[in-house]
Structure formats: structure tokens, C-alpha cells
């Protein structure tokens, strides 16, 4: 099938590659000239595992291409996803100014007898797929369309592994002629499709983020219970994982949750139930035990270390997990501010981030990166674990502790064996275990 994807970023990108490796011919609209320039010189914007070999092999097979031209991608589509960004805007509600532009900007483009499926890939709230067609027909009185909602669920760091092989997927439709199109396009995928109205498609994104996210508020609320009462939470979450019920995924205690999804779409889900009339009280006490895990780390670095002024800190991850170039509204950002506003000295090592979080002006001023793990770690008075690459799991700590000035390690998210990292002769810190 001939397919479009507006925004080629983390979803509209790999999804584009994916749609493409499984034999359909892709347009990736993009309005960033730059992205567009470095696709068209075989350079990938984003860190995605597998992402590159997939994107160069499909541009040489000529099922894959780049442009900054709606008018080019829907003029050769039968099918024009959505994937620009939803940011929340300071009430916590969605930012929809991107997805309202591109309805206009297709319709300026739709010519009259070409019919088009359009399908909102972007998470947005319930109902923003009736504006979208409203939109649509309110700037082109013949276009001929349906507007289909198809939520993705990939996640950064696996994104093609999940685009390849996804547990489901959700496609809500009034139309059976949009359906069924959609049906062929993910044919190929053979994965379980749920055909939904558009309002529980859209709903399904915000209320499965929000229950991941509720999950990982979940352990880390009992992390702290542990951390009063001397258990260890990784052996609770296994105890409770192990039920087929509930499943052990998502129930790692840590820093909380971070990145570009998960804070932004509790806090849509707020909004948008706020503003439906049906306040949904639990997910702000998901938020509310989010942002206090942060603050009980630091208050344990603080009790270590006494004083923060002029400690020299070394911290391990600046993305908002492993695998990813992704810093958005990055947990580890977050407490290197804290630590830095205390007068901390940081530097800092990540594997993939730090050109972004530089990019992005996301560092204070004063925080040195460096060139290794290893060598983040000279001088220090303590390290700090924020981001659990394999990378650091795998580091010689013997070599480490050499390193450091004294040695002391807080594990945010419970990557090392406290009893490995005491042989080593550490005194070591994790979230809600002793
Ligand atoms: P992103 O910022 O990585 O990419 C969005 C792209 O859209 C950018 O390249 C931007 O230049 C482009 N863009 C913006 N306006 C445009 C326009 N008018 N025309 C053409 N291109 C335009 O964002 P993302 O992470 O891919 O997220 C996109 C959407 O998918 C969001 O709604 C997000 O919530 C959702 N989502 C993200 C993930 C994830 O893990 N990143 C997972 C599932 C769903």
C-alpha cells in the first residue's frame, strides 16, 4: 500500500521504517528541514536500537522517502497517519495546535475525488478525532475522508522490535471502508487487531499509560513501606509478579517514571477526566508518590553525605531509560538540577544522551560530561545510578572504586547486587531494599 506519516520522530520515523520493511511504500513528512536533510544524507535523527539498518536498507529499496511536502505525501497515499507531538500545556491539558495544523494543512492539499483514510497516530485525548474530520471538512467541503484513531504503543529503546511484533492493535473506526484499509496495511504484522469506535480508541492510549504508570507508583509506594520496615522490595515485586494477575513488568521501584509519555498523559488523563466532570483522584496520587520518590533519594544522598555544597557527585545516565537518545523530561535530569542547585560538582556519563541533553540546554551550568563511565567517576564522593544501562552494570568496579574518593554508590533504580557492591567494598544505596 502507498502510506504517509506526517512527523517523522520517534513514532512517525520508526513506524514509517517498519510499514516499509514489511513491503508498503512509505512517505515520511517532516516540516524540520534539518531532519529532513539529514534523512536524505542517510543519517537517523534519533538513537533507536535497529532503527538505522531498517531506514537505510528500505531508502535503497525505494519504499521509503523523505519530504517536507504534505501536499507530495498525501497526493501519493491512500492512507495519511498523524504523528507531531501532543505536549501538555501548563494546566496539564494537551497542547493540540500541532494535530489542528496538520488537519488544516490537509485539507488545503486533499483534492476533490481522492479519497483518503486519516489516522491520528499522535496520543490525544477522547474526542480529538471528530474535531480532526470537523477540521478537515470545515477547510475542504469536498474532501472525502474518514478519520481513524490507531494509538501506538511502542516503546523507546524496543521501538522496532514492538513496531514488528505488537501485543495488539488498536484500530477505532466508524467506517468499514476505513477498516478494512487499515486491516491490509497491518496484515503483514499478523498481530491481534481490536477494532474500536474512535473515542475508545483514543481513550485505550491514555488509560493504558496511566495504569503503567500507576503500576510503577504502586512499587514505589510499597518501596517505601519496605524502607521503613526493613523488606526488600525486589523480592516483594517478585512475590506479587509472579501472579499471573498482576505480572512483574513495571514493577521496579526507582526514581520514578520520566520521559516524553508517561507525565504528559497522566497528566492528560487528569484534564481530560477533570473536564468530562469525573475527576480521577487515584491518578493524581499516582503523580504525587512520582514526584515524592525523587525527593526521598535525595533526602538519603543528603543524610550520607551531610552537606551536598561542594561534593563532587558523579552521576550514571542523564535518558529517561536505557536504550534511547531520549532526555525529555528525564528523571536523572531532574536530580542533577537538584544536585547542582545544592551546590553540588557533577559530571555526569551516559551513553547515548549527553549529546541531546547539551543540545537541548537540559544542564546546568557547571556539570562536566565525560567521555567514559569510568572516568565520570574520578574524584568522586559518591555515584549515583539514575539510568540502568547495561553498560553500567557491566563496568569493573574494582577499577571504580579506585576511582572514587570515597566510596559510595546510590543505585536509583536498583541495577547492582547490594552484596556484590559491599564485597567490592562499597557502601550502597538502593530504593527500598536494605
Ligand atoms: P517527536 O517530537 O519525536 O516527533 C514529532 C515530529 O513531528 C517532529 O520531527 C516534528 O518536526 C514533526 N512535526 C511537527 N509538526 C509538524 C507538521 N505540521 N508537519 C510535519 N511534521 C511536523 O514526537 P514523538 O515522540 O514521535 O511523539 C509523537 C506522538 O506520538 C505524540 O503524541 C506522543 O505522545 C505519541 N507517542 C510517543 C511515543 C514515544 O515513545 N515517543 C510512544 C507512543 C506514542
Known sequence: MDLCIIGSGYVGLVSGACFAEVGHTVICVDNDQRKVDMLHRGEIPIYEPGLEELVLRNVAAKRLRFTNSIEEGVDHSQVVFIAVPTPPQADGSVDLTYIERVAREIAGVLKPGQYRVVVDKSTVPVKTGEKVEATIRRYNREAELDVV???????????????MHPDRIVIGSSSQRATDLMKRVYEPFQAPILVTDVNSAELIKHAANSFLSLKISYINAVSAICEASGADVEMVADGIGMDRRIGRNFLNAGLGYGGSCFPKDVKAFIAISDELGVPFHLLKEVENINAGQLERFLKKVREALWVLREKRICVWGLTFKPDTDDVRNSVAIDLIQHLVKEGAHVTAYDPKGMSKAVEHHLLPAGVKLTHSAL????????????????????????????????????DGRNLFNPKTMREFGF???GVGRP
Not at 149 to 163: K, M
Not at 380 to 398: C, G, P, R, V, Y
Open 149 to 163: 484513531s490507531n494509538p501506538e504503543f511502542l516503546r523507546e529503546g524496543c521501538a522496532v522490535p514492538d513496531l
Open 375 to 410: 572516568e565520570a567517576t574520578e574524584g568522586a564522593e559518591a555515584l549515583i545510578l539514575a539510568t540502568e544501562w547495561k553498560e553500567f552494570a557491566n563496568q569493573d568496579f574494582s577499577k571504580v572504586k579506585e576511582a572514587m574518593h570515597t566510596p559510595l554508590i546510590f
Open 427 to 429: 557502601t550502597y544505596h
